[in-house]
């Protein structure tokens, strides 16, 4: 690898020490420019959340969680990346997988409120439907794939107007407004990524491929 350029990277680790440690080596190392690292960790993400964007370090260094979690914020993700020109991942990143199915749109109905829960009902239409068109056919043990599809201004009027109620804190339970949050993250994945169908769930995750495809580096 050529770091002897201009190029900014954005490195992922598998944990917060590993992280920290590559940020030392850098620092003692005379090859590079003394102050040109950073590790972003829990214990100073708070101090750096908000002002991603303005780090010009050569080298960012983050753990796979935290890798993760950026996967599924686009602000912060697009924060982050501003200006890098390379991704590395040193080792194999497990995503987590988001699962929908009936019983998990029957606890978001109950959750939101009434003035919400028919535009629920329309983003949701194309996974019900599916679902219910597979057990009518006894599709119940296969697997397979399928790509859902829906007017991005369905989806975009949903996600603000439950934006919203949760700044008005319509929705007042922090574990309900945390389900919440997490369920219109997943909706955008379900809508912009391959599904996978059994047994009544429709599951998918965030490859995080969309995260600097440019030059992407798995070492």
Not at 23 to 30: A, F, G, L, R, T
Not at 89 to 94: A, C, R, S
Request: proline share 1%; net charge neutral.
């Amino acid at each position: 690898m050529d770091w002897d350029n201009e190029q900014k990277f954005l490195i992922v680790k598998r944990f917060n020490d590993e992280s920290n440690k590559s940020m030392d080596y850098v620092e003692i190392n005379s090859q590079f420019v003394k102050g040109s690292a950073l590790a972003i960790t829990h214990e100073n993400w708070s101090e750096y959340r908000y002002k991603i964007d303005y780090i010009h370090k050569t080298f960012i260094y983050i753990s796979q969680q935290r890798y993760i979690s950026l996967c599924e914020n686009e602000e912060l993700r697009e924060a982050i990346t501003k200006g890098r020109d390379t991704l590395i991942i040193d080792e194999k990143i497990n995503f987590p997988v988001y699962t929908y199915n009936d019983k998990r749109y029957t606890e978001i109905f109950k959750i939101l409120p009434n003035g919400l829960r028919t535009s629920l009902t329309e983003v949701c239409k194309k996974f019900n439907e599916f679902i219910d068109f597979q057990k009518s056919i006894k599709h119940t043990d296969k697997v397979f794939t399928h790509k859902f599809k829906i007017h991005p201004a369905t989806l975009r009027n949903f996600i603000n107007d439950v934006q919203v109620a949760l700044d008005n804190f319509t929705i007042k339970d922090t574990v309900d407004r945390n389900k919440i949050i997490d369920f219109t993250n997943e909706l955008k994945l379900f809508y912009s990524s391959q599904c996978v169908y059994n047994s009544g769930n429709i599951s998918t995750h965030n490859s995080g491929s969309s995260f600097l495809h440019n030059r992407l580096i798995y070492l």
